[in-house]
């Protein structure tokens, strides 16, 4: 091992970027500088095989030295042993491949076969080439998305006029999630590849570091991706938007264990060398997403273990950094080519979604492809996903196409849906168990756009990018472990360059042990609810999603909430909610039945959130031990505008308890269908709340700072919903 590791592990932040400075580069973005556009491929130039001699000549430069993780049971090796025939097709039997493969390691005591593959092309009519070196797996366990098999690659774009690279592409999880990638790598450095665990999606490692990755540069450090982020932030901010490796970045990633028609995959009659064993450490498994009940603080980051490199070449820097480093043979692709599929059944898994009837998705558990059937194996530039390469790409080279690319601007055709997801937690400003903040994840999560079978794993500490999405609605759905799943519908519009998921972009997430569901349905009411909004009093909009008539949101039971409906008329209404503390993780839903909107529904929520603060600012009162007399000696008028703190307070109680009566009758107006009277009402207490609002800045020494800080968000709440029943055309 590195001499240095220990302390680069011990530095590692609580989660790979802050959180504000996401949140700022997703607000202001104004295009993604994301490559492959929904649509049409780009109008790249041909390619060829490259002549075998130079073929060899590349592979042999180029060949990637591979970190992997300690706990990695996976390692690249040949399937060829695993062949079976079945209606005359050579194809790769996931089953033989899985048992195969743990009875040669468990046989041998070490990874069997060891071997990366290669394949090249040449641009035509350019000096533009790539090598290609695939990886290939017997299987992939990921959190959100695992399966048989696994191919990984590493794209090495190479000048043949100057035998300079010019772009490294490492493989991320899918289409949807940015690959990462470095421009202009040192000609003199042997390519590096860090592996996730379980999943093999690959990160590079190009700085001195070899075992570690670093999304941004620093303390002398180079970043090991080169990716542009969203907009021109980069020069402000400099975070590349690329998967990373997030157990190197401080984020904890709980791995799922795979299941089969019911049971766990290691059960399976047909894989009697497979045990518990064979599959990811204990350690850092859980059985479901929802098996815990809030995220986990205690899985270990990563360790590198064992280092794979050329057999025909040493490399010191693997001697340094790994506990054992292993040879592998460098065999072409093209060995391969007569296997037509690699198999095996879907294994299942369950993606939570919280609408009122609970639903699950399977369908985004993918399987592998044939490499040699890819467009990518003959066009490697489709897998460059930044769109700052592929532009420098095309301005160095006639062959690649620049079209494609919403970093320049070039396409107006909308691509990705983003976000931050982040956590709810209770806010120490407010009252006990009244109020949220939001703050970084210390996991990654797992993003679901259900028109696309592919779950996405957050990168950076909550960053979701999904690229590709169609125009069109859609529902995203957010699982986490260890925390309530969150869903809503967006619209994604042809002529916005970005869609931002969640309320500007930030989802937060509830852990299911503090997690209350609130679920609304129009289906005994009298309007047609169109989109919901969930406002905590101190973290603000923590939920807007369009809905078709029902809907469901998981929140915090610590905190005090205005959940909102529209309807079809864009008529609005509020309810408020407070969840009993005691009900969190119960799975007893708060339900809005009857759900309605215009000036009774506004008023009925302004008296509710004025009853409860004044119930609040009573108790204070009583707990003094005053009684609400005046006999004058303390120098204070009759309604507790002047004297002590102890008056005061019982002046802000009669000026609450004052717009209560005032909603009240605003409401019972409203009903009646007497707009005059509801009109005359809702001034009323608009002049009650000027009241509250003098009568608190002279009790506020009385009462403590979070009922006051909670006094002042629901004034504000409350004298929004009365403008908004005022120019309400529906009583």
Same mark, same amino acid.
């Given at each position: ?18 959180? *504000? ?89 070490? !990874? ?44 090495? +774009?190479? /000048?043949?006029?100057?035998? /300079? ?16 990638? +470095? ?14 665990? $379980? ?22 450090? @180079?970043?090991? &991706? ?11 901010? %400099? ?51 929802? #098996? ?37 043979? @460098? ?58 390469? *592929? ?14 690319? +919403? ?33 970084? #994840? ?17 990168? %950076?500490?909550? &960053? #979701? ?36 998921? $969640? ?75 407070? !969840?009993?503390?005691?009900?969190? %993780? ?5 339900? &809005?039945?009857?759900?309605?909107? $215009? ?5 009925? +929520? ?20 005053? /009684?609400?007399? /005046? ?41 009646? $269908? ?22 608190? #800045? ?15 968000? *629901?004034?504000?709440?409350?004298? *929004? ?11």
């Amino acid at each position: 091992m590195d001499d240095d590791r220990s302390d680069i592990d011990d530095d590692r932040p609580e989660s790979g970027v802050a959180r *504000r400075t996401v949140l700022g580069a997703l607000a202001g973005a104004g295009s993604a500088a994301l490559a492959g556009c929904s649509g049409s491929e780009p109008d790249d130039a041909a390619t060829d095989t490259l002549d075998p001699e130079t073929l060899d000549e590349l592979a042999t430069r180029f060949a990637p030295t591979l970190f992997f993780d300690s706990a990695e049971p996976w390692f690249p090796t040949d399937p060829r042993p695993y062949t079976v025939e079945e209606d005359d097709e050579t194809v790769v039997d996931g089953f033989v491949a899985f048992d195969g493969y743990h009875e040669r390691y468990d046989e041998a005591g070490e !990874p069997p076969n060891p071997t990366v593959f290669y394949n090249g092309v040449q641009y035509e009519d350019s000096p533009l080439a790539v090598v290609q070196f695939w990886l290939y797996s017997a299987f992939d366990q990921f959190t959100a998305n695992f399966h048989w098999h696994d191919w990984e690659v590493l794209h090495v +774009f190479v /000048d043949l006029d100057t035998g /300079d690279p010019q772009l490294y592409v490492a493989s991320s999880h899918s289409r949807s999630v940015p690959n990462n990638e +470095f421009l202009d790598p040192n000609p003199d450095a042997i390519p590096r590849v860090l592996s996730e665990l $379980g999943s093999h999606s690959s990160t590079l490692s190009v700085n001195e570091n070899p075992g570690q990755f670093q999304r941004v540069g620093e303390e002398g450090l @180079l970043a090991d &991706i080169t990716n542009t982020t969203i907009d021109t932030v980069e020069d402000l901010l %400099g975070i590349p938007i690329a998967y990373g490796l997030p157990r190197d970045e401080g984020m904890r990633l709980p791995f799922v264990v795979p299941e089969y028609e019911g049971e766990p995959l290691y059960d399976h009659p047909d894989l009697p060398s497979v045990s518990v064993e064979s599959l990811v450490d204990g350690a850092l498994t859980i059985r479901s997403l929802d #098996a815990l009940g809030s995220p986990p603080t205690d899985l270990p980051f990563r360790e590198t273990g064992i280092a794979f490199r050329h057999a025909d070449r040493e490399d010191e820097l693997a001697d340094r950094t790994a506990d054992e480093v292993i040879g592998y043979d @460098l065999v072409q692709s093209a060995e391969l080519e007569d296997i037509t599929a690699f198999t095996g059944p879907q294994l299942s898994y369950e993606f939570a979604v919280p609408e009122i009837v609970e639903d699950a998705v399977a369908s985004h558990i993918t399987t592998t492809g044939i490499p040699w059937k890819q467009p990518r194996y003959e066009n490697p530039a489709l897998d460059v996903t930044a769109g700052n390469h *592929r532009a420098e790409l095309a301005e160095r080279y006639d062959a690649i196409a620049a079209e494609e690319s +919403f970093g320049d601007g070039a396409t107006a055709e909308l691509d990705a849906v983003v976000a931050r997801v982040t956590r709810a937690v209770e806010s120490d400003d407010a009252p006990e168990g009244e109020g949220l903040t939001t703050t970084d #994840a210390i996991t990654e999560s797992f993003v679901l756009i259900e028109s696309d079978p592919e779950a996405v794993p957050t990168f %950076g500490g909550g &960053i #979701a990018v999904a690229n590709g999405i169609p125009e069109g609605d859609h529902r995203l759905t957010v699982n986490g472990a260890g925390q309530a799943p969150h869903s809503e519908e967006l619209a994604v519009s042809a002529d916005e360059p970005l869609t931002t998921a $969640g309320v500007d972009g930030e989802i937060p997430l509830v852990a299911r042990e503090n997690a209350t569901k609130v679920e609304l349905s129009d289906a005994e009411s009298d309007i047609d609810m169109t989109r919901t909004a969930v406002e905590d009093d101190f973290a603000g909009r923590i939920y807007d999603s369009a809905v078709d008539g029902s809907d469901a949101v998981y929140v915090h039971a610590g905190g005090a909430y205005t959940t909102e409906v529209r309807d079809a008329d864009d008529e609005i209404g509020a309810y408020r909610i407070k !969840p009993a503390p005691e009900a969190a %993780g119960s799975g007893e839903p708060i339900r &809005i039945d009857r759900p309605e909107t $215009g000036a009774a529904s506004l008023a009925g +929520f302004v008296a509710d959130v004025a009853e409860e603060t004044r119930a609040e600012v009573a108790a204070v009162a009583a707990e003094s031990g005053d /009684d609400d007399s /005046d006999d004058g000696s303390s120098g204070g008028g009759s309604d507790g505008s002047e004297g002590g703190p102890s008056n005061a307070i019982h002046g802000l109680e009669r000026a609450l308890a004052a717009a209560v009566d005032n909603a009240e009758r605003a409401e019972e107006r409203a009903r009646e $269908g007497d707009k005059e009277g509801t009109n005359r009402q809702l001034e009323n207490v608009l002049e009650r709340i000027a009241r509250i609002q003098e009568r608190l #800045a002279a009790a506020r020494e009385g009462l403590s700072p979070g009922l006051a800080n909670a006094t002042d968000r *629901r004034i504000e709440q409350a004298t *929004r919903r009365v403008k908004q029943a005022q120019e309400s055309e529906k009583l």
